[in-house]
């Protein structure tokens, strides 16, 4: 295996010129940067990463934890991230906290020294909390925190007013016994997007029905078996808002399996736009969130904190939604697949009571 003294000799420069190109120096002219890069590959030189990590402070890695690594949502934030890490010269190092709090620490901690900056997607109630201490050593972006948390960068979806949206379209269309499938308690993603349906409905003068509001938890078959509560419900509603798409892909598959038609008996409607949803039988009308800018925003976010003079000034943005309008709902499609855009309510409430 070739050393750096190799690389040097070959080369024909010094160690240090060697050490300074692999550790991007300014002070390294460019010919002499490639001269030293084709000698390494050929040489098939690897730099040490943890001795030159021990001298810059650097690891050039940026770590991620998600609350599951199942599904298109994630796959597509995860596309985001990486696209954007690589065109800074990063690595990811991901992993899955399984959004328990005491799960979520034990991996921020094994995390620790090994990574330049942290993504965190981490939906449970307690999540903030459990992340401001580690905040203070390392530079911390989250994903849908709920809330502003001051020790941190934060983007977000617009959950509340995305879901409010869709329910308007449904009372557009003429619906008023509109249910809707949820996601776990204790999920803020889930709370916001319940808050949002709640909104609408209260907007419209509708009533509040608890029966209404059937429990999930972001899964196929939850969505499978709140399809089949849906079909034994006397007084059936005409619609139900789903809380996610892959939920809502259950419900369509249980309501077909009870022979309740979609959208002629029941219109469905999801939220995220995943690929999938545009293949359902019919195909799913869902509030469109573009996950993959959702990533790339996240570590553009953790740069400039990095790069920033004042890094205790933290920055809160929030992703809109839009409405990807398709059969499931009997609404005839948007001509060119073109979401609709609503207006946005300015608030995002942190719980629901």
């Known amino acids: 295996m070739a050393t750096i003294r190799d690389v040097a000799r070959e080369a024909g420069v010094s160690i240090a010129t060697v050490s300074r190109v692999f550790n991007d120096s300014s002070l390294v002219s460019e010919p ?87 993504v965190v997607m981490a939906p449970d109630v307690d999540a903030p909390g459990a992340i401001k201490g580690f905040s203070v050593h390392c530079p911390v972006v989250l994903l849908n925190p709920g809330q502003e948390v001051d020790e941190c960068d934060t983007i977000s979806v617009a959950n509340s007013e995305g879901a409010s949206d869709m329910v308007r379209h449904l009372l557009g269309l003429g619906h008023r016994r509109i249910a809707i499938v949820r996601g776990p308690s204790r999920n803020l993603d889930a709370e916001q ?63 077909l399996d009870s022979g309740v038609s979609v959208p002629n008996d029941v219109a469905v409607v999801g939220f995220d736009d995943i690929a999938m949803s545009r293949y359902t039988s019919p195909p799913l009308t869902t509030v469109r969130v573009n996950t993959t800018l959702l990533g790339e925003r996240a570590v553009e976010l953790l740069m400039r904190s990095r790069r920033s003079a004042n890094p205790d000034v933290k920055q809160h943005e929030v992703l809109p939604t839009s409405l990807a309008v398709r059969s499931s709902c009997g609404s005839r499609p948007r001509r060119g697949g073109e979401p609709l855009r609503w207006r946005r309510e300015k608030t995002l409430p942190a719980s629901i009571e």
């Open 193 to 255: 997007r319940l808050h949002g349906y709640r909104a609408a409905l209260r907007e419209a003068g509708i009533p509040h029905e608890p029966g209404l509001e059937l429990q999930g938890d972001f899964t196929e078959p939850s969505g499978y078996e709140a399809a089949a509560e849906l079909a034994r419900m006397p007084g059936r509603p005409t619609a139900v808002f789903v809380a996610n798409d892959h939920m809502a892909i259950g419900v369509l598959s249980g309501l």
């Open 32 to 118: 002499t940067v490639r001269n030293v890069r084709e000698v390494a590959s050929r040489l098939n030189y690897w730099p040490n990463g943890v001795a030159r990590s021990l001298i810059t402070s650097r690891t050039h890695a940026l770590g991620v934890l998600l609350p599951d690594m199942y599904g298109e949502f994630f796959s597509d934030v995860i596309r985001g991230l990486d696209t954007a890490a690589r065109q800074h010269g990063f690595h990811l190092l991901v992993s899955s906290s399984h959004a328990d709090s005491e799960a979520l620490s034990d991996a921020l901690r094994s995390m620790s020294g090994r990574v330049d900056g942290m």
